[in-house]
């Protein structure tokens, strides 16, 4: 059975992996117009480093086939360019009359979140399948 | 029937889930890194051939009882797969082959459970003299 609860493992690990992910494109469409932060700047759009880890079992410390989950390392910021718009009423406005924007790109983001949510799906079915076995396993004493 | 023990039996049906289960895990922690920049596609491998052909020279030697007898001879391992094409961030984790992988090994260990639980109940139909 340690070999199916480390499944499970790396399976939820990968579940918060992804629920993150979505969470930061999120956050990053919401604020594709936020020419103000904590810092004073536009909002720089963020991005998820994923990393595997491995899911300390038994049969990990005995060199037996194990599973490999995903760990968050960090979110970074995106350091490319703002995007800038000639908009002279804004008040963030510069003497030119140019705003700069966060470097929030929609139909990335959207991918990002399609990735995400279909990574998400997949592993929810892994979830399922796994609880199957641990079912069908704990059925045997019936 | 004759010849084939119970015990046999049984000893290969749990070899059977035990593989199902090693392979589902290996799946899963493929899964999980589907979005892991530079991640490599695991599969399982099975090293008693390995071993049975090695025989006692695969193994440490062992000159008193309280020895351990080396490397736990484990009936899967898990290698790098190989062949598949990589995406541009180096990741070659496949979505749709990973999935059939662990509905094939669910339907694998199902297979053994079914047979296994069988058995049981047949030993239990003897144990409770045909009741």
Request: glycine residues 6%.
């Given at each position: 059975?340690?070999?199916?609860?480390?499944?499970m493992?790396?399976?939820?690990?990968?579940?918060?992996?992804?629920?993150?992910?979505?969470?930061?494109?999120?956050?990053?469409?919401?604020?594709a117009?936020?020419?103000?932060?904590?810092?004073?700047?536009?909002?720089?759009?963020?991005?998820?480093?994923?990393?595997?880890?491995?899911?300390n079992?038994?049969d990990?410390?005995?060199?037996?086939?194990?599973?490999?989950?995903?760990?968050?390392?960090?979110?970074?910021?995106?350091?490319?360019?703002?995007?800038?718009?000639?908009?002279?009423?804004?008040?963030?406005?510069?003497?030119?009359?140019?705003v700069?924007?966060?470097?929030?790109d929609?139909?990335?983001?959207m991918?990002?979140?399609?990735?995400?949510a279909?990574?998400?799906?997949?592993?929810?079915?892994?979830?399922?399948?796994?609880r199957?076995?641990?079912?069908?396993?704990?059925?045997?004493?019936? | 029937?004759g010849d084939?023990?119970?015990?046999?039996?049984?000893?290969?049906?749990?070899?059977?889930?035990?593989?199902?289960t090693a392979?589902?895990?290996?799946?899963?922690?493929?899964?999980?890194?589907v979005?892991?920049?530079?991640?490599r596609?695991?599969?399982?491998?099975?090293?008693?051939?390995?071993?049975?052909?090695l025989g006692?020279?695969?193994?440490?030697?062992?000159?008193?009882?309280n020895?351990?007898?080396?490397?736990?001879?484990s009936?899967?391992?898990?290698?790098?797969?190989?062949?598949?094409?990589?995406?541009?961030?180096?990741?070659?984790?496949?979505?749709?082959?990973?999935?059939?992988s662990?509905v094939?090994?669910?339907?694998?260990?199902?297979?053994?459970?079914?047979?296994?639980?069988?058995k049981?109940?047949?030993?239990?139909?003897?144990?409770?003299?045909?009741?």
């Amino acid at each position: 059975m340690s070999t199916l609860n480390a499944a499970m493992e790396a399976s939820a690990s990968a579940l918060s992996a992804e629920r993150l992910r979505i969470e930061v494109a999120v956050s990053n469409l919401a604020n594709a117009e936020s020419t103000r932060s904590e810092n004073g700047q536009p909002y720089r759009r963020r991005d998820v480093v994923l990393s595997t880890e491995s899911v300390n079992s038994f049969d990990s410390a005995l060199g037996r086939a194990s599973a490999t989950g995903v760990e968050v390392v960090g979110v970074l910021e995106d350091q490319s360019p703002f995007q800038v718009r000639f908009e002279p009423s804004h008040p963030d406005a510069d003497e030119n009359g140019y705003v700069a924007l966060p470097n929030v790109d929609a139909a990335e983001e959207m991918v990002d979140m399609l990735g995400a949510a279909r990574a998400y799906q997949a592993n929810l079915t892994a979830i399922g399948l796994i609880r199957d076995l641990m079912q069908r396993a704990l059925d045997l004493g019936r | 029937m004759g010849d084939v023990s119970d015990a046999a039996i049984v000893a290969a049906l749990r070899r059977q889930m035990t593989i199902a289960t090693a392979k589902q895990a290996i799946a899963a922690g493929n899964l999980a890194n589907v979005n892991t920049p530079g991640y490599r596609a695991r599969e399982a491998t099975f090293t008693d051939a390995l071993d049975r052909e090695l025989g006692p020279a695969g193994r440490l030697s062992t000159s008193n009882p309280n020895h351990l007898a080396g490397a736990v001879p484990s009936p899967v391992d898990s290698a790098e797969a190989n062949g598949l094409p990589s995406r541009r961030d180096g990741n070659n984790v496949q979505l749709d082959r990973e999935l059939l992988s662990m509905v094939e090994a669910a339907a694998d260990f199902s297979a053994a459970q079914t047979v296994l639980a069988g058995k049981f109940r047949l030993i239990r139909y003897a144990i409770n003299e045909g009741r």
